[in-house]
């Protein structure tokens, strides 16, 4: 069976390629497109009036599945963070995500192992194992390898098998309790803070120990200028560094806390003004080259509480575009750029056959409306979770249709 999606803007990352035309589905691949492909033996045709079309959302970090709210996202690859119930940290474990999700044919789930065994810093995990069963990469999650020499040993265990190591930015010892970012609103609120430095200064270490293994290493979640400058001159160096960010950073900083808002506790901790435009200048510049929603659903029994105890973490899937979008419609940021960063590059770095619309690829890919306005309603989420800082915020772009191994998946009512 095959299916064409006409009228459509066609924006491909991987080519650059920005054009109306239609492509065309054959099965669970792309046959092609362009202007003037064959569409003479298609049996449904699906005009896109004209949205854009693109490849499907890889999302690099999320913390929970999800399926439905991805989907609604745009998003058709998910990459499982190994702070699960069970820990990632097997490839017996890895094996078993893998399995449900091929059998679930509904969203690609790859999962991230452990980088040290429990998550604890102190001995390297079986990543060759669990890279050989399906892992395509390897992270403590929120928790950064503090010991350099376990950091060295693993980049250097992981250079052979040219794995990525996912590494949380935030100096450990700096970051002890804190639980806010260190300026004056934490300060006027009586917070345990940490400053940026504590970023910066955890780059810099494991730059150099990836620039002495020749290892690859990314960096989760930058939210600093200092962190940005960091990741800026270790690239410089020519070092095999890359990193991420999550699109709450670039569209709130600490003010969100105010009145101890713990609905915008998350970690690292949402930063100042002016390390929120760092970060959209440099998503712009390519110096942060993944968005990642950090999707992290929580029940309000664990984020109605004081803020010391409150949970860390937002849900973000259904809102990743639109807020990723918000820049790029203050003209701050370019559409392929942004776009590259939710689907080429993170493909790219980890090795999935996805991220792109070239003639053969897996037909995963998404229809959207940039311009679309809508309201974000917590209440209307179709995530098991309403933990969101941008209830009522009003915002513009939104998912038409997400189309997953050639079958859609999610249409917008």
Known sequence: MKTSYTNARIIDPATNHDAIGTLVVSGNLI???????????????????????????????????????????????????????????????????????VDSQIVSVYPMGTATQGMKGRQIAEIGQMQQSGAVGFTDCNHAVADAQVMRRLLEYANHFEALIVQYAENAELGVDAIAHEGEIATRLGLASVPSAAEAMQIDRDARLAELTGARLHFALISSKDGVEAIRAAKARGIRVTCSTAPHYLHLNDNAIEGYRTFAKVRPPLRSEEDRLALIEAVADGTIDTLVSDHSPKSADVKRLPFAQAASGIVGFETMLALSLAPVHAGKISLMTMLRALTTNPAQLLGLPTGTLAAGSFADFVVFDPNKPWRIDADALISSAKNTPFDTLPVQGQVWRTIADGVSVYEKA
């Not at 092609?32 to 693109?54: Q, R």
């Not at 890889?58 to 745009?74: N, P, T």
């Open 31 to 101: 046959e092609g497109y362009g202007a003037d492909i064959d569409t003479s033996d298609v049996s449904e045709t699906i005009d896109c009036g004209g949205k854009i079309l693109c490849p499907g959302f890889i999302d690099m970090r999320a913390h929970a599945v999800d399926a439905a709210s991805a989907l609604a996202g745009g998003i058709t690859t998910i990459i499982l963070q190994p702070d699960q119930t069970t820990t990632i940290d097997t490839d017996a474990v890895v094996e078993r995500i893998r399995h449900r999700s």
